[in-house]
């Protein structure tokens, strides 16, 4: 990761279809430039404070619209945003049901992430499977596809029945060291896919597409034995260098090894409202680590589009 010297704002982590996942990070003016995020590849950064808003990224526009009030962030906060931002950031719309007259199609999916663990969702089908990625699915097969509102009304015949349709994101990480004996879920998925298309009313306006079940570990690096230790970030501060081995990332959680058998968990979402500049010197481990397999109070999935 090449910084200039006085550093960038660290606004976001970004899924292309492919399985190319990415850091946004932005200048003073609003310029955006991606950084990869390839497997096997050494991190190093320091954060510089104080963690700001991200401000709001626009699809129609060639910039990010910076915070106006330039709202400071707590260091442990997932969300990087600041209320008034976070109203007004047209990326929520779909969650928020504001946008029913939608024409684009939208597809079904059911997901696996760990034994007994599969949720319900929806997706803009022109994304294909950028979704399952930015949620760190495992394995996934699609079920169907139709307008917004048929999509809706079939979702949440599916959750009436049973499905989740949120995963807290530490159920999903603590399944990580298990993952590789683990599979994919195709057993389970396939028996859903069975119950809920012979289902009664479901479906209704849609069209149902065959099982296809797809495994996701290859593209993540959880296809390999992991390191033996997992701890968790459970944040920064103004003041942290990190110089680690890419070993994994899935969704927004990526699995750093400094070691052969010490890793650790960041969730880069923890990033975001930092300045990244190049690496200081000194210790490149990150304080604020918690055990993964501890309790934690975490916001589950956001159903964003």
């Known amino acids: 990761m090449h910084l200039p010297p006085h550093g960038l704002l ?37 954060t510089r404070g104080p963690r700001r808003c991200v401000g709001i990224r626009h699809a129609r526009r060639t910039k990010r619209l910076m915070c106006p009030l330039g709202a400071s962030v707590a ?31 939208y597809r079904m999916y059911l997901a696996w992430f760990a034994p007994g663990v599969l949720k319900i969702g929806i997706t803009a089908a022109a994304r294909d499977r950028t979704r399952l990625l930015e949620q760190a699915a495992i394995g996934y097969t699609w079920l169907a596809e139709g307008a917004l509102l048929a999509t809706r009304r079939a979702e949440q015949h ?28 195709g057993p389970e998925l396939e028996a859903a896919h069975r119950t809920l298309v012979g289902s009664p009313g479901w479906g209704e306006g849609l069209a149902r597409l065959p099982i296809e079940i797809q495994d ?42 400094s070691a052969p058998e010490l890793g650790y968990l960041l969730d880069l979402r923890l990033l975001e409202g930092w300045i990244l500049t190049p690496p200081r010197p000194g210790p490149s481990r990150p304080p604020g680590v918690r055990r993964v397999n501890e309790p934690e109070a975490e916001a589950v999935d956001q159903p964003l589009f």
């Open 10 to 46: 660290c606004t976001g982590s970004h899924w292309r279809a492919n399985g190319e996942a990415f850091l946004t990070l932005t200048d003073a003016a609003g310029h955006e430039s991606e950084v990869p995020l390839p497997l096997g590849e050494r991190l190093a950064w320091s």
């Open 216 to 257: 996701l570990r290859p593209v993540y690096g959880l296809n390999q034995v992991l390191p033996g230790i997992l701890d968790a970030v459970t944040g920064l501060n103004g003041e942290v260098t990190m110089d680690a081995g890419l070993v994994a990332r899935a969704g927004h959680n990526v699995l750093l090894a």
């Open 158 to 185: 599916a959750i009436g029945v049973g499905l989740k349709d949120r995963i807290p994101n530490g159920t999903k990480i603590a399944a990580w060291p298990g993952i590789l004996e683990a599979g994919h879920g």
């Open 75 to 105: 260091e442990t906060a997932t969300s990087s945003q600041c209320p008034s931002c976070s109203a007004a950031d047209p990326s929520g719309a779909i969650a928020r049901d504001a946008t029913p007259e939608d024409p684009r199609p």
